[in-house]
């Protein structure tokens, strides 16, 4: 007998979290970290949102209330998703809960039994990976294509699916690629699962940037196609696009109103109800004309932040980088770097303990060194990343620090010197 279950070994984590601890290190030994590591909007709440907070902790709003959520916010919820996706959703699908991450394992331990399978998008955000095992599931990772703008062909995902399929997640736009995809790509997907899968499979179709989309695209959801919308889960927050990643407030529109209601139940035992002070502000997020104004003002400046550093960071030697149609993130791959510094080879002669990846040796490296946080493919997805090496970049940070963190990015791909320094030393085995 040992004193920790096993299970808690089969769970991953966010390194987008755990590379705090080196930036605090690197912060108190060498002075200001470049941080492009977390996708947080560097935006503040909007104003009248922030009032309704205030307001409702003055009226003491601040008691037990529905686990499934507030009706007024479940109310305006569907209202929005019904507008948008062309569906006709009632209050009783909608399940509030702390985040959008919640839903996500969630589901997972829904609706899978030991065995079945999970498929999701690699490189995708990374608590679609780190569950499924936790649970007893098979991991199904859909390694995206660089060649296909961070898309997949629909075979792919057909010959993905097999009779132990049970979820499916998608996410559009993409965390960490930007990647959107259009309506006939998703008609696409949908005619795949249509001919491939069961009634009893559920598509968990993650569109929590689907306000940050830019040059004049829309954003589509797979929920629209009538023949799929009945085996589709919805799920949004208010973190990225309200700029409010502090609130917690995330949400899921169930295919079943019974589906709910196990939801329902699950955030009974896990967390009794989300505070109703922040609903109440995630309702009015929701209905004010305000937010319209404040959204667009953030996703415009994203675009033009966007449009500058990639303009940047493809002038850099050995960097190729896709333009991101949506999110707030680029992700160029590395390859060549990874050559012409030779981490490939240098990758190969660390210990186990010592190895990660050779795009997690440039991450550690470029903080430790150049003192700019990034995060590696394999934050992204580990199983079958072997051989991808790209970087995450996030553009949520103002200019002149975005423009300070490209220039130390150049500056770390031909530092040769400080990279064996690094490998040396490597002081990022402190927190391992």
Not at 17 to 28: G, M, N, S, T, W
Not at 65 to 88: F, M, V, W, Y
Not at 269 to 295: G, I, M, W
Request: aromatic share 10%.
């Amino acid at each position: 007998m040992t004193l920790i279950a096993e299970r808690n070994s089969r769970i991953f984590s966010e390194n987008a979290f755990k590379i705090a601890p080196h930036i605090f290190r690197v912060e108190q030994q060498k002075g200001e970290i470049i941080k492009l590591n977390l996708g947080e909007p560097d935006f503040a709440l909007p104003l009248h949102i922030k009032n309704e907070i205030k307001r409702q902790l003055d009226l003491d709003n601040t008691k037990y209330c529905d686990p499934k959520g507030l009706l007024s916010l479940r109310e305006a919820i569907s209202t929005q998703i019904n507008h948008t996706r062309g569906l006709q959703k009632t209050p009783e699908h909608v399940v509030v809960f702390p985040g959008g991450k919640p839903p996500i394992g969630l589901a997972q331990q829904v609706y899978c039994d030991p065995g079945d399978e999970v498929i999701y998008p690699s490189p995708g955000f990374p608590i679609y990976e780190s569950f499924i095992r936790y649970v007893g599931a098979v991991p199904v990772p859909l390694h995206l294509k660089e060649t296909a703008n961070f898309t997949f062909p629909p075979e792919e995902l057909a010959e993905k699916i097999t009779p132990k399929t049970k979820l499916i997640y998608f996410n559009f736009p993409s965390n960490p690629t930007g990647a959107v995809a259009s309506a006939k790509q998703l008609e696409d997907y949908a005619n795949v699962i249509l001919k491939n899968c069961s009634k009893d499979i559920r598509i968990y179709s993650d569109e929590i940037y689907e306000n940050i989309i830019f040059d004049g695209k829309k954003h589509h959801s797979i929920s629209s196609i009538n023949e799929i919308r009945d085996r589709t889960i919805i799920a949004s927050g208010f973190s990225k696009t309200f700029a409010w990643t502090g609130g917690r407030i995330g949400y899921a529109v169930f295919p079943t109103v019974e589906e709910a209601e196990i939801f329902k139940n699950i955030n009974i035992n896990y967390f009794s109800c989300v505070p109703p002070y922040n609903q109440e502000a995630a309702r009015e997020a929701l209905e004010n004309p305000l937010s319209k104004t404040a959204v667009q003002t953030m996703v415009d400046t994203f675009e033009l932040r966007r449009n500058l550093i990639w303009d940047q960071i493809k002038k850099i030697p050995g960097i190729n980088c896709l333009k991101p149609g949506g999110a707030f993130y680029l992700f160029p791959n590395i390859s060549e770097i990874c050559e012409n510094l030779d981490l490939i080879n240098k990758h190969k002669s660390l210990s186990p303990r010592e190895q990660g990846s050779p795009a997690k040796l440039f991450q550690m490296f470029s903080l430790y060194e150049h003192q700019v946080a990034v995060l590696g493919r394999d934050s992204f997805g580990k199983i079958g990343a072997d051989g991808k090496h790209f970087i995450r970049i996030s553009i949520a940070a103002e200019q002149s620090v975005l423009e300070e963190g490209i220039r130390r990015i150049k500056s770390a791909v031909k530092d040769v010197s400080g990279l064996d320094r690094f490998l040396k030393k490597r002081p990022d085995m402190i927190f391992f």
